[in-house]
Nanobody
Framework: QVQLVESGGGLVQAGGSLRLSCAAS????????MGWFRQASGEDREFVAA????????DYADSVKGRFTISRDNTKNTVYLQMNSLKPEDTAVYYC?????????????????WGQGTQVTVSS
C-alpha cells in the first residue's frame, strides 16, 4: 500500500506564497496520477489540482487557476503544490492523493490513497 505524507503547511498572510510537498513511499510512484484536494471547516472536500504520471498533463480548479502550480519529481517520489497570491478563502486542510487510473480525476472517489493532510491558514 502507498503511504503519502504531506508537509509545508502553515500560516501565511494574504498575498503570500506557500509550497506543499507530498512524499510517497513505494517503488511505483510513477504509475500514479497525483492530486491535491482541500477541505475547509464544515465544507465538503474539493478538488484543487491533478497531474499525470509523467507530468505532461495537469488540471486545476477554476478557483486556483493562475495562482497554484502542481508538479512532480518522480526521481524523488514527490509531488508539489506551489501556491501563490494566497487568499483567506484558500484556508483549509490540504490532502495529497494517488490514483491508479489512466484518466486524471477531479472526484475524491477516483483516488486510491490519501495523505493525512496539512493545515494551510491564510490571514487577511
Amino acid at each position: 500500500q502507498v503511504q503519502l505524507v504531506e508537509s509545508g503547511g502553515g500560516l501565511v498572510q494574504a498575498g503570500g506564497s506557500l509550497r506543499l510537498s507530498c512524499a510517497a513511499s513505494g517503488r511505483t510512484f510513477s504509475l500514479y496520477n497525483m492530486g491535491w484536494f482541500r477541505q475547509a471547516s464544515g465544507e465538503d472536500r474539493e478538488f484543487v489540482a491533478a497531474i499525470s504520471r509523467s507530468g505532461d498533463r495537469t488540471d486545476y480548479a477554476d478557483s486556483v487557476k493562475g495562482r497554484f502550480t502542481i508538479s512532480r519529481d518522480n526521481t524523488k517520489n514527490t509531488v508539489y503544490l506551489q501556491m501563490n497570491s494566497l487568499k483567506p478563502e484558500d484556508t483549509a486542510v490540504y490532502y495529497c492523493a494517488a490514483d491508479r487510473d489512466y484518466r486524471l480525476g477531479s472526484l475524491p472517489r477516483s483516488y486510491d490513497y490519501w495523505g493525512q493532510g496539512t493545515q494551510v491558514t491564510v490571514s487577511s
